[in-house]
Nanobody, 129 residues
Framework: EVQLVESGGGLVQAGGSLRLSCTAS????????IGWFRQAPEKEREGVSC???????WYTNSVKGRFTISTDNATNTVYLQMNNLKPEDTAVYYC???????????????????????WGKGTLVTVSS
């Protein structure tokens, strides 16, 4: 029953913006650790941004100042607002989640942990130069 459904990917020109959405079902996002990961061609999957229910966040260095993660409890949705997109942002983006593990699982830890139990199918973001 637990499911993550992603949307919002597509083709955008460099410097443009895009907002990814991930709607969760079967659980409440406020009770879970939530994160966005991406995998570019021939590269390892990396954590992009993660958030906890207290609002604390973490971003990988390459997207700081450009991307913003947020959640909407009313719609059980997590967003990734991506501004000033660059060609190197081209990748398949995945949302992922897991049940609350403990207070020491800060967003930075979540975004470096690839063993989260629930994953979306991924949405492709292509940024043209």
């Amino acid at each position: 029953e637990v499911q993550l459904v992603e949307s919002g990917g597509g083709l955008v020109q460099a410097g443009g913006s895009l907002r990814l959405s991930c709607t969760a079902s079967g659980f409440t996002v406020d009770d879970y650790h939530i994160g966005w990961f991406r995998q570019a061609p021939e590269k390892e999957r990396e954590g992009v941004s993660c958030i906890n229910s207290d609002g604390s966040t973490w971003y990988t260095n390459s997207v700081k100042g450009r991307f913003t993660i947020s959640t909407d409890n009313a719609t059980n949705t997590v967003y990734l607002q991506m501004n000033n997109l660059k060609p190197e942002d081209t990748a398949v983006y995945y949302c992922a989640a897991d049940k609350f593990r403990g207070p020491n699982w800060y967003p930075v830890r979540i975004c470096h942990f690839k063993g989260l139990n629930y994953w979306g199918k991924g949405t492709l973001v292509t940024v043209s130069s």
